[in-house]
């Protein structure tokens, strides 16, 4: 009996074995990176029946890349971007980026605006975040977006809380022709993203 | 020969899940939450015997809280700060903070030094992030700074690349003493961090 016993014993344990890694593969699959918490996202971004893009949800937990700042007192008091821009990636497009150097279709990137708060602290004088006042956010999607320059489109949520929960797509080129003609990088900006310079392959 | 060819087949497949089942399994035991590539860190930062903590690795992968900006030009040539910084928290101590408002033992915060690079882009005239130039960092432990106020030490790898390998804790209050009279909470400039605002409990 010695010889079916032991195979009975190895048949459970990888039976076991499997049944853990099945639901772990499964788990992963489901989950992003992002998900470090329990509010973070089943899925990147969800798309309504007619096309708009539903309000990102745990996009401050994705990677962050880059802050611009073009403040109004710099800008005759009427900037085109008066607020402090807090610039993400995906974190898998991101894992992506640093393998290939390349945006991957799906890539979505965040830009969070926020207001400048005070001017002047015990550091010095200058320039601190102050609220959250605005989101958009930007998608490759060669599918979705097959006929649009580079295949990305452009949503914003809003400039003031509370934001919209959805948001249609950006009309015609009042995004992309810009980003087309200044981003360095596959309709990024990315010469002002430095961990995103140094993330590329061609970096290191 | 049907029988012991299907057999065979689903033991072939039992123990090919199986083994992607150990690797999942062992792969997810061995990765801390913001281990998403493999040069991410074991441990979020290690000592050396004599007590020199050394540079953290992956952290541009932890959450990102805020990027206060003092530059040159603001502050007569000569200001304290006069890159960027961008600031990071560890993602278990800042899942840690969501639920209680708190920094607990072994927080790690990571300030990261960025010059100012161009200062006028097709978006309008501001400050747009340079070179990686320094790094910073901060550590709160009861037991390894039970001395410190308030349990943090301050370490710093240098304000020019390449930087230090490892570094000491700072001398006495040179950071600590600011920390102590300006920051909003526990040490942390929080009030900065509009990130670190929005996620503490009382917030919601």
Redesign the interface.
């Known amino acids: 009996m010695l010889g079916p016993k032991r195979i009975s014993a190895t048949a459970i344990v ?2 076991l ?6 639901s ?2 499964l788990t ?1 699959a489901a989950a992003p ?1 992002s998900a ?2 329990p509010d973070a996202p089943a899925t990147l971004v969800e798309f309504t029946t007619d096309g708009k893009v539903k309000q990102p949800v745990g996009y ?2 994705w ?2 890349i ?6 109004n007192d ?2 005759g008091g009427e ?3 008066p607020e ?1 821009h ?1 610039v ?1 990636i995906d ?1 898998e497009s ?2 992506h980026y ?1 393998k290939t150097g390349q945006f991957r279709d799906g890539t979505v990137m965040v830009k969070e605006l ?1 207001s400048v ?2 001017k002047e ?12 006042t605005g989101l958009e956010i930007s998608i490759k999607d060669s599918k979705r977006f097959k006929d649009e320059p580079g295949n990305w489109a452009y949503f914003s949520f809003g400039h003031t809380y509370p934001l919209k929960k959805e948001s249609a797509k950006n009309a015609g080129a009042s995004c992309n022709q ?1 980003h087309q ?2 981003a360095k990088t596959d309709w990024v900006f990315s010469q ?4 995103l310079r ?1 993330a590329a392959p061609r970096s290191k």
Do not use: H, Q, W
């Open positions: 990888a039976i074995v499997a049944i853990a890694g099945l772990c593969l992963r990176a470090e918490t401050r937990k990677m962050y880059g802050t611009p700042l073009t403040p710099l800008n900037a085109p971007f402090f807090a993400y974190p991101f894992a640093e926020l708060g005070t602290a015990t550091s010095g004088k200058g320039y601190f975040m102050g609220e959250f810009c003609d200044n002002y993203y430095p961990v140094a």
